[in-house]
């Protein structure tokens, strides 16, 4: 007999189920002041169709981060600052490297390019990975894989434009000289007077190492001499990181790369792993019945696939999760060719970044501090749209619910859910009347009242009498 339609496919369609932090899964009774309807709503983020607003919602992203990135460029082509120096600083007398190691044209293949070829073959081709049951219409699949590919590509553009507007905004700021600036000046030394700078500088007969302004440069190629005033911090440092760094935590998530560990409980482990799977609610017990419909026919069978709701499969589980007592046996190792994989774009990243250095195009602090702002961008761009490495089974987060696509506003939990998804009643105590405890509650609290009252109050009668 075939299983009875399973309302929460809507929710797993884009939405992955979550869990607590020690491994229980978010439900009704699990998550505060929230209210997971099993039945999907026209217009509720458990709909089975995304709505134009939350489209509109997604595009606005993507012509911010567009927006955003023109700026950087514009700030590139702004004149810096220009830092006063000396004709005699040996950190800035490296000679200019006509050919660089890692030109514009393939730090922009190797952080942009080869990232969103990478997650795209990723995406349609391990999305939504082994955990799909069999049975799993194909519209489900695929939106699931697009929706990874969007999540992925969106954190990816974040990464890149959070350290590229930064690195540009600061390079012109500080106007610090790179290693290579006397290369690229061709300081007009005989003229040193008339060029002094700084405090207490008298002209002397002389030069002995005083600070001169950017005017003595006779370099006819004003945009050579700029960049020659942009070295902190490395901008090819910071977008490599961006990037490449974000491309590593990408494959780390979707190749469940992980450092083990144990779990506090047995059950928390069936509960993670059920709950990470693709499709939860389509999942099915031995007796062939999904956690959806099961969940419909009690309202409390499905809660935990992990105890069947036949007696003698429920003692099997329990003597199976008895035997479980080696915690060597929780976790285990992934295998190193997945890890090799994950952190060869880090070490491309390592490799651009080195490279300023013997290019004598950045001084080492420089180097540093863009790789630094590169890291910073990539994790908060993954996490902005992905689920924790070690949590999240690979999944990104789902999308913003209908209401809150734009908006969510004080006392929202979340923007994944509507407001009419919401339990809010008007106060707390009307909150417990929602459950049969809070009724009972009610109903003694009503049953003092009645004996308060002077009407109702007899002197003879003691709360305490037996």
């Given at each position: 007999?075939?299983?009875?339609?399973?309302?929460?496919?809507?929710?797993?369609?884009?939405?992955?189920?979550?869990?607590?932090?020690?491994g229980?899964?978010?439900?009704a009774?699990?998550?505060?002041?929230?209210k997971?309807?099993?039945?999907?709503?026209?217009?509720?983020?458990?709909?089975?169709?995304?709505?134009?607003?939350?489209?509109?919602?997604?595009?606005?992203?993507?012509?911010?981060?567009?927006?955003v990135?023109?700026?950087?460029?514009?700030?590139n082509?702004?004149?810096p600052?220009?830092?006063?120096?000396?004709?005699?600083d040996?950190?800035?007398?490296?000679?200019f490297?006509?050919?660089?190691?890692?030109?514009?044209?393939?730090?922009?293949?190797?952080?942009?390019?080869f990232?969103?070829?990478?997650?795209l073959?990723?995406?349609?081709v391990?999305?939504?990975?082994?955990t799909?049951?069999?049975?799993?219409?194909?519209r489900?699949?695929?939106?699931r894989?697009?929706w990874?590919?969007?999540?992925g590509?969106?954190?990816?553009?974040?990464?890149?434009?959070?350290?590229?507007?930064?690195?540009?905004?600061?390079?012109?700021?500080?106007?610090?000289?790179?290693?290579?600036?006397?290369?690229?000046?061709?300081?007009?030394?005989?003229?040193?007077?008339?060029?002094?700078?700084?405090?207490?500088?008298?002209?002397?007969?002389?030069?002995?190492?005083?600070?001169?302004?950017?005017?003595?440069?006779?370099?006819?190629?004003?945009?050579k001499?700029?960049?020659?005033?942009?070295?902190?911090?490395?901008?090819h440092?910071?977008?490599?990181?961006?990037?490449?760094?974000?491309?590593?935590l990408f494959?780390?998530?979707?190749?469940?790369?992980?450092?083990?560990?144990?779990?506090?409980?047995?059950?928390?482990?069936?509960?993670?792993?059920e709950?990470?799977?693709?499709?939860?609610?389509?999942?099915?017990?031995?007796?062939?019945?999904?956690?959806?419909?099961?969940a419909?026919?009690?309202?409390?069978?499905?809660?935990?696939?992990?105890?069947?709701?036949d007696?003698?499969?429920?003692?099997?589980?329990?003597?199976?999760?008895?035997?479980?007592?080696?915690?060597?046996?929780?976790?285990?190792?992934?295998?190193?060719?997945?890890?090799?994989?994950?952190v060869?774009?880090?070490?491309?990243?390592?490799?651009?970044?080195?490279?300023?250095?013997?290019?004598?195009?950045?001084h080492?602090?420089?180097i540093l501090?863009?790789?630094?702002i590169?890291?910073?961008?990539?994790?908060?761009?993954?996490?902005?749209?992905?689920?924790?490495?070690?949590?999240?089974?690979?999944?990104?987060?789902?999308?913003?619910?209908h209401?809150?696509?734009?908006?969510?506003?004080?006392?929202?939990?979340?923007?994944?859910?509507?407001?009419?998804?919401?339990?809010?009643?008007?106060?707390?105590?009307e909150?417990?009347?929602t459950?049969?405890r809070?009724?009972?509650?009610?109903?003694?609290n009503?049953?003092r009242?009645?004996?308060?009252?002077?009407?109702?109050?007899?002197?003879?009668y003691?709360?305490?009498?037996?």
């Open positions: 007999m075939p299983a009875p339609q399973d309302p929460e496919d809507r929710q797993n369609l884009l939405h992955p189920a979550s869990y607590t932090a020690d229980r899964q978010h439900s009774a699990t998550t505060p002041d929230m997971f309807p099993s039945m999907a709503r026209p217009g509720s983020q458990y709909s089975n169709k995304i709505t134009m607003v939350q489209i509109l919602s997604y595009a606005l992203d993507w012509i911010i981060l567009i927006i990135g023109v700026a950087g460029t514009l700030l082509k702004v004149p600052n220009k830092r006063p120096f000396s004709l005699q040996l950190n800035i007398s490296f000679p490297a006509e050919k660089e190691t890692v030109n514009s044209f393939w730090l922009l293949m190797c952080n942009a390019v990232p969103i070829v990478i997650i073959f990723v995406a349609l391990f999305v939504p990975g082994s799909v049951p069999k049975g799993t219409p194909k489900l699949i695929w939106n894989k697009l990874e590919l969007h999540t590509w969106l954190g990816l553009a974040l990464s890149l434009i959070t350290a590229w507007i930064v690195t540009s905004g600061m390079k012109n700021m500080n106007g610090r000289p790179r290693p290579d600036l006397l290369s690229r000046c061709l300081a007009d030394a005989e003229n040193w007077r008339q060029h002094l700078a700084g405090y207490n500088n008298p002209p002397t007969d002389s030069y002995h190492g005083q600070l001169v302004k950017a005017t003595i440069c006779t370099q006819t190629d004003h945009e001499l700029d960049d020659g005033f942009r070295s902190y911090p490395s901008g440092s910071s977008s490599a990181a961006a990037g490449l760094i974000y491309l590593s494959l780390a998530s979707k190749f469940a790369l992980t450092i083990p560990f144990v779990l506090p409980e047995s059950d928390a482990a069936a509960s993670m792993a709950s990470a799977a693709a499709f939860p609610s389509r999942l099915r017990n031995n007796r062939g019945t999904t956690a959806a419909s099961r419909a026919g009690n309202g409390q069978a499905g809660d935990n696939l992990s105890y069947p709701d007696p003698e499969m429920s003692q099997q589980v329990a003597t199976h999760h008895s035997q479980i007592i080696a915690v060597r046996r929780q976790a285990a190792a992934p295998p190193l060719y997945l890890l090799l994989l994950a060869l774009p880090f070490f491309t990243a390592v490799f651009i970044a080195s490279s300023r250095w013997f290019d004598f195009r950045h080492a602090f420089d501090f863009g790789f630094f590169g890291v910073v961008s990539a994790w908060f761009a993954f996490r902005f749209y992905h689920l924790p490495l070690r949590s999240g089974a690979g999944w990104s987060w789902g999308p913003r619910s209401d809150k696509a734009f908006w969510a506003g004080m006392g929202s939990y979340t923007y994944a859910t509507n407001h009419q998804d919401w339990d809010t009643p008007r106060d707390d105590e909150r417990m009347m459950t049969g809070g009724q009972n509650i009610e109903l003694e009503r049953n009242s009645k004996l308060s009252t002077p009407e109702n109050t007899d002197t003879s003691s709360p305490h009498a037996r």
